[in-house]
């Protein structure tokens, strides 16, 4: 399984960016994905996640991005994305793109989001 992330860039406080994931596999069939990000100096974090659950998914996301970031997949494109708003400086990190299929994880390289004025 290749992943693709892509999207990242420059934003100042508050302005918006939308990453996206593309997916080498049929991301139906992919019972979890997500993002995830590394700050300098920091550890890797989970930003936000889907989780298959029969027919449906449930969302999850860190405390610190809840009502700001919203995570997506579309099934018909093989993609997932993370659009995120209200965006803060400690919101600077490279975000990486991750997929579960059985019990091996996927990485994306990873794409630099900086905020700052």
């Known amino acids: 399984v290749q992943l693709q992330a892509s999207g990242g860039g420059l934003v100042r406080p508050g302005g918006s960016l939308t990453l996206s994931c593309a997916v080498s596999?049929?991301?139906?069939?992919?019972?979890?994905m997500g993002w995830y990000r590394q700050a300098p100096g920091k550890e890797r974090e989970l930003v936000a996640s889907?989780?298959?659950?029969?027919?449906?998914?449930?969302?999850g996301y860190e405390d610190s991005v809840k009502g700001r970031f919203t995570i997506s997949r579309d099934i018909s494109m093989n993609t997932m994305s993370l659009q995120m708003t209200s965006l803060k400086p400690e919101d600077t990190a490279v975000y990486y793109c991750?997929?579960?299929?059985?019990?091996?994880?996927?990485w994306g390289k990873g794409t630099l989001v900086t905020v700052s004025s």
């Open positions: 991750q997929a579960r299929v059985g019990n091996m994880d996927y």
């Open positions: 596999r049929r991301i139906v069939s992919i019972r979890s």
């Open positions: 889907i989780t298959r659950v029969g027919n449906s998914a449930n969302y």
